[in-house]
């Protein structure tokens, strides 16, 4: 027992080893694991909590796998966080992924590969590659790596986490250390290696497959196209194990293209009628505009369909509008069962697919196609931040759809081995004969009225209307509904029963006859009005021909003409337009007189009513950047025409300008002029001139900041006398200062011969700085202008001297 304990001591310390890469131990300890021990299995044999040995219901530390799932999908990616809780922390950590029920000693026992998130955080295990470790040992509460679930048929797996804490080594079997996931069991057709089973049942069996659309805003608020939100023509068929209309891990045909990124059925079901006996039937649903609305405003859509033995399995596929090539749909579900009879109902709820074209994220992603196609693959919260159903814990997206396949008759004889139940025996009785009806049996009515004429006259949908009377209510607790009841209908002459139905327009009058004399024919036109919901071509014609005579006996004074010319294209591309048409006089009347026949014919012309036919467009462009890289400026997106210029002329927008704004362009600082140097601050020796500009505009935005507003030099106008001044001296700067007043008085007198007279000049104004050199200014203006002054013979003067030039 003491041997025992002992072995698993070491092994914790190898385990602990393991996790510390330390340079002082360049080699591995002689008693780590060799291969004798077995591939890796020295980890999971490494399970002591310390001395004290194993913790019951310890719950420091916990592994997570976002969403918390209970299954895993084959293939997908999971983020998986190893954490502690505070004030807890752990120095070194080891992640394994190991299939149920195996103990680790083979490469084989592990599943699903890890996928390094953080290179500081981890790394593989150089001597066991499937676990993951830590990178270097410090401190830490929390760590995450990606874990890539194995392929289909790997059974469940355990995520096993181990954590080391002050040279204490904790591992869980069981508890918040190791989380147990199952495989998904595959839903709507999910491929699996497992090959399809062949039918053993006898007879054949009708169904009936309704679509329920439950993509709506308030259950998948993010980014939902109000405007354009719709599901596609619903197409499909049931067909044999030969035939595979679409699979997950599949590439798409030309025609599920066409479905995924156009909503258009018209190539796919040129495709499934391609494959002969390969199909038993066609299954069509109309497209539903908008995608959701209450089940008692419109009913779910339902299409039946039968099966047999060789042809028991049932596909179908529909867009999802507008997206980049997304759709919901089921693949070769089996409607056999092992017991040789038929599924009597099947209920599965629909997330979106990917069919591998386009790389949008978007509902309405420009168009991006993929180059190279991938692979057919279901929608998850995680493909990118900026998907309609991104989540960022990896949670399982909202079905956005729901079909259910229900079985309403059998025939030929059946050979299941296990009997019907009573509920299975009743399903079949009658089914395809009974009308539903859940009136309660305690309300007695009167028999149905005949329906009421239809409320619109012409091929557009209205409604028609009967009623029943209410006889007696047996029981007052049980209401009794229905009195009256209403379903579609169009006016006389129309059908809303055939999915290729056209809504045409009246027909136009009819042309003049071909010929003026003798027999000839003439026609009339009209247009569609509406093309069918499901995508389909329309099959009216569009144009009669009926033969017409004019003067039956031909006089001498007709005219011999040609037959008429070709019409000219019609003036307008959409509505009312004009159209002509010319011919010849081959020979005039043989009595000389003028011929009366016309040679010039116009008539109207009709062409698709404006607006009726949609306009199939791309999803908009992302918007370009700004057209300025500061200020105010604009910007644009772009989307494509889809449909046939055929179609008719779209006048929708096809680009979108708006405005946008960017940060403020930067404003440099921006000053005035140097003003005139100062007189120099000293009358003898050295002093400072001093020159200033003030700030016209300061910077903004980030604009270049304002230079110097004074600028100083340096002036010496004499030597000073260091002693007292001699008589000489005195009497010198005396009559300097008697000629400078003599000078400023003549220049007075000749500001007022110049006609004008100053006034005295003004008194100094404060210094524009305390300290550090500033200036003062003062101002003489004019007192009076003679008449004879001219405009420019008189200023203002203004002088400038420095101030406060002591440092500050």
């Avoid at 914790?12 to 021990?37: F, H, K, N």
């Avoid at 929390?142 to 986490?161: E, T």
């Avoid at 798409?252 to 258009?264: M, P, T």
Wanted: charge should be negative; aromatic fraction near 8%.
């Amino acid at each position: 027992m003491k041997a025992k304990r002992s072995e698993m001591w070491r092994a914790a310390v190898l385990l602990l080893l393991t996790g510390c890469v330390c340079a002082s131990m360049p080699e591995e300890p002689a008693d780590r694991a060799t291969p004798s021990d077995g591939y890796c299995s020295w980890i999971t044999r490494a399970q002591p909590h310390g001395a004290g040995g194993r913790r019951e219901g310890f719950s420091e530390f916990r592994l997570r796998v976002e969403g918390d799932p209970e299954h895993y999908q084959p293939g997908s990616t999971y983020r998986v966080t190893l954490y502690a809780t505070n004030p807890a922390y752990f120095r070194g950590f080891t992640l394994i992924a190991l299939k149920e029920g195996h103990n680790g000693d083979q490469e084989e026992d592990y599943a699903g590969n890890f996928q390094i998130i953080d290179e500081e955080d981890a790394q593989f295990m150089t001597n066991c590659p499937p676990a993951v470790t830590e990178s270097t040992p410090r401190r830490r509460t929390r760590i995450q790596v990606f874990w890539i679930a194995p392929p289909s048929g790997s059974g469940c797996v355990l995520l096993k986490a181990s954590i080391v804490q002050r040279k204490i080594i904790s591992f869980q079997d069981e508890g918040s250390l190791t989380k147990r996931m199952c495989e998904k069991e595959p839903q709507y057709g999910e491929t699996t290696d497992k090959p399809l089973l062949d039918c053993c049942a006898c007879g054949t069996a009708k169904y009936r497959v309704t679509f329920y659309g439950n993509w709506s805003e308030k259950l998948h608020p993010k980014d939902y196209p109000r405007r354009a939100n719709h599901w596609s023509a619903l197409i499909g068929a049931s067909h044999s194990k030969n035939y595979i209309l679409w699979e997950y891990g599949g590439y798409v045909s030309e025609g599920v293209k066409q479905v995924a990124e156009l909503g258009s059925p018209v190539k796919m079901e040129e495709e499934i009628r391609q494959k002969g006996d390969e199909v038993l039937t066609v299954i069509k649903m109309k497209a539903q505009w908008p995608a959701w609305q209450p089940l008692n405003v419109r009913a779910a859509p339902s299409a039946e369909f039968s099966v047999d033995r060789t042809r028991h399995l049932m596909s179908f596929l529909t867009m999802l509008g507008p997206s980049p090539d997304w759709n919901v749909g089921l693949s070769s579900e089996d409607l056999c069962t092992k017991e040789c009879g038929w599924v009597q109902k099947v209920v599965q709820d629909l997330i979106p697919w990917d069919a591998g074209t386009d790389n949008g994220v978007t509902y309405e992603s420009p168009n991006k196609p993929t180059t190279p196609q991938e692979k057919i693959r279901p929608l998850t919260s995680l493909d990118h931040p900026q998907s309609p159903f991104y989540d960022p814990e990896g949670g399982a997206i909202t079905p956005v759809a729901r079909v259910v396949v229900e079985r309403i008759a059998r025939k030929g004889e059946q050979c299941n081995i296990v009997p019907d139940n009573v509920d299975d025996i009743v399903a079949d009785i009658a089914q395809e004969e009974k009308e539903e009806d859940d009136t309660p049996e305690t309300c007695i009515y009167s028999n149905w009225s005949p329906w009421s004429a239809c409320s619109s006259s012409t091929c557009e949908k209205g409604k028609r209307m009967r009623q029943r009377m209410l006889k007696a209510q047996l029981d007052l607790s049980v209401p009794c509904p229905h009195t009256q009841d209403f379903e579609p209908c169009m006016g006389p002459g129309c059908s809303d029963e055939d999915a290729s139905t056209c809504m045409m327009s009246e027909w136009i009058t009819w042309s003049p006859c071909s010929m003026s004399c003798g027999a000839g024919v003439r026609s009339r036109e009209r247009y569609v009005k509406q093309f069918p919901d499901d995508g389909f071509a329309c099959t009216h014609s569009t144009e009669e021909t009926e033969p017409c005579t004019v003067n039956d006996d031909c006089s001498p004074s007709s005219c011999l003409v040609t037959e008429w010319g070709e019409w000219d294209a019609c003036s307008a591309t959409c509505g009312l337009g004009m159209k002509r048409r010319e011919r010849m006089v081959k020979m005039p009347p043989s009595d000389g007189s003028i011929c009366g026949a016309e040679v010039v014919e116009v008539e109207r012309c009709m062409m698709p009513e404006c607006h009726t036919i949609p306009c199939l467009l791309s999803p908009w462009s992302d918007w370009s950047d700004c057209s300025v890289t500061c200020g105010k400026g604009t910007r644009i997106r772009q989307r494509m025409l889809k449909s046939p210029v055929e179609l008719g002329e779209c006048k929708e927008e096809l680009e979108q300008v708006e405005k946008c704004m960017l940060p403020e362009c930067p404003m440099d600082c921006v000053m005035s002029e140097w003003s005139e140097w100062s007189e120099c601050s000293k009358s003898c020796g050295k002093g400072h001139l001093i020159r200033s500009r003030m700030i016209t505009l300061e910077p903004q935005f980030g604009g270049d900041l304002c230079p110097e507003t004074t600028q100083r030099k340096t002036c010496k106008i004499k030597k000073c006398n260091q002693g007292g001044l001699n008589s000489d001296e005195r009497k010198r700067r005396k009559e300097d200062r008697k000629k400078r007043r003599n000078k400023q008085g003549r220049e007075e007198s000749a500001d007022e011969l110049a006609g004008c007279k100053m006034k005295p000049w003004s008194a100094w104004i404060d210094c524009t700085k305390l300290c550090g050199g500033g200036i003062q200014e003062r101002l003489m203006t004019a007192k009076k202008r003679y008449k004879n002054a001219q405009v420019t013979s008189c200023k203002d003067r203004k002088e400038i001297r420095a101030c406060n030039v002591h440092p500050c």
